[in-house]
């Protein structure tokens, strides 16, 4: 089945310091969407992304949908304490616009030290 | 407040036991969806719902069961013929009158086993 590639794995940075992850996919999407998990908690909606190209930024967040469809990347500036958290890229593809279903990537565990 | 209800937050079963995790919904959203998340892994589909009295098996669906008698619930049993059900599951909902609406999260369940 589709699969997508998040990286890195995991990050350990100093406050201030910024931040890029991505994602890539072996097939196309119409959807790029990167959510923020929180301890115990669910994914929160962080960017939606819905067409190629598209550059988004909300606050010190910018997330950008890739040219070729197949991928996308989350970049965080300034970082601070609270940024903390497991960061989910998920797509969807053209054959699940009726359905609304979503592949995730694995997350990319983001650890900030003051 | 407009949201995503699951509860419990915390479930424990006995071996051959059937439990029922509860996840409401008032926002009105038309689909539903069952993750399974496992430490260091993405969201697994289980189960997703586009409509009331209707529903479909995602990528893990062996050893789970739904039903979606109303718009706004859609509990998940996980029977005694899953044999590793120790896992974070997450209810998501989304709105179908624009296909690409994002989907958004409750906070989960943590279910572990006696």
């Known amino acids: 089945g589709q699969q997508l590639n998040q990286s890195p794995q995991s990050m350990f940075i100093q406050e201030g310091e910024d931040v890029s992850m991505n994602c890539t996919s072996s097939s196309i999407f119409n959807t790029w969407l990167w959510y923020k998990q929180d301890p115990g908690e669910g994914p929160v909606l962080l960017i939606a992304?819905?067409?190629?190209?598209e550059l988004t930024s909300n606050g010190r967040l910018t997330a950008q949908f890739g040219i070729t469809r197949k991928d996308s990347f989350l970049n965080i500036s300034a970082s601070i304490p609270s940024d903390v958290g497991i960061y989910f890229c998920a797509g969807r593809d053209p054959g699940s616009s009726n359905t609304g279903k979503l592949i995730f990537g694995q997350g990319t565990t983001l650890q900030v030290k003051p | 407040d407009g949201g995503i209800t699951q509860s419990p937050k915390y479930l424990f079963r006995k071996e051959g036991q059937n439990v029922t995790l509860s996840c409401e919904q008032n926002?009105?959203?038309?689909?539903m969806y069952w993750y399974r998340q496992d430490p260091g892994q993405g969201l697994r589909l289980i189960y997703y719902?586009?409509?009331?009295?209707?529903?479909q098996k995602g990528d893990i669906a062996e050893g789970y069961s739904v039903s979606r008698e109303k718009k706004e619930s859609f509990p998940l049993t996980v029977t005694s013929a899953q044999k590793n059900p120790t896992a974070f599951y997450l209810c998501?909902?989304?709105?179908?009158?624009?296909?690409?609406?994002?989907?958004?999260f409750g906070d989960g369940t943590r279910l572990s086993i006696l």
């Open positions: 719902s586009q409509i009331v009295n209707d529903f």
């Open positions: 992304l819905y067409k190629a190209g």
């Open positions: 926002l009105n959203h038309d689909a």
């Open positions: 998501a909902s989304s709105a179908r009158d624009r296909v690409n609406q994002p989907q958004h």
